[in-house]
């Protein structure tokens, strides 16, 4: 078998399986099986004849997690300090004003891989190819992570007090329920 016929493909529910156990969220997972798949495959040369291929995407697969993961642990502190950096928000007086604090909060609270894509494709307008080179990623992914931002973003609205009636915001990039591309 030579190095282009690697049956990375066929090791797909293992790697699924050692994903989920590292990361310990499906979606997650899924852009981690998704990038351990690229990089095997930009990478395809430096596979050692005879050698096991599971064991050697499980391997690219460890080492993408612990760079993300110290990434992760980068870019949260430098979030925090920029968070901290920023002065008090104080919002003007009014029903609307409440609504677009709330949506504020949500959107940050989305996690960084969902915000960032969703900022890049929503809010500056990028198509996926751009934001997928930006972020170092496959469009996939990145039409992944915004799928879910968006989705989270409008349970936010649909979960809203049933006291009173809210307005309902048009999620960015949505015309009519469906998603522009």
Excluded: C
């Excluded at 282009?4 to 790697?15: K, N, S």
């Excluded at 920029?82 to 959107?107: C, I, N, Q, Y």
């Excluded at 649909?158 to 960015?172: A, L, Q, Y």
């Amino acid at each position: 078998m030579g190095k282009d016929d690697l049956d990375i493909v066929g090791q797909l529910e293992a790697l699924r399986r050692y994903a989920r156990v590292l990361t310990r969220n499906a979606d997650t997972a899924d852009d981690l099986v998704q990038s351990t798949f690229l990089r095997a495959h930009e990478r395809r040369a430096t596979f050692r004849d005879g050698a096991n291929v599971r064991v050697w995407l499980m391997s690219i697969m460890h080492n993408i997690f612990i760079d993300e993961r110290r990434n992760g642990l980068t870019t949260a502190k430098r979030e925090r300090a920029w968070t901290d950096s920023l002065p008090g928000f104080s919002a003007p007086s009014g029903e609307m004003a409440v609504r677009l604090s709330e949506l504020r909060k949500a959107f940050l609270s989305l996690n960084s891989e969902q915000r960032e894509a969703l900022h890049l494709v929503a809010v500056e307008g990028l198509g996926v190819t751009e934001a997928a080179e930006i972020l170092h990623v496959p469009s996939g992914t990145v039409m992944s992570r915004v799928g879910r931002a968006r989705a989270a973003l409008r349970n936010f609205e649909e979960s809203g007090s049933g006291d009173v009636k809210r307005r309902s915001f048009r999620i960015v990039g949505e015309r009519d329920g469906h998603t522009d591309r």
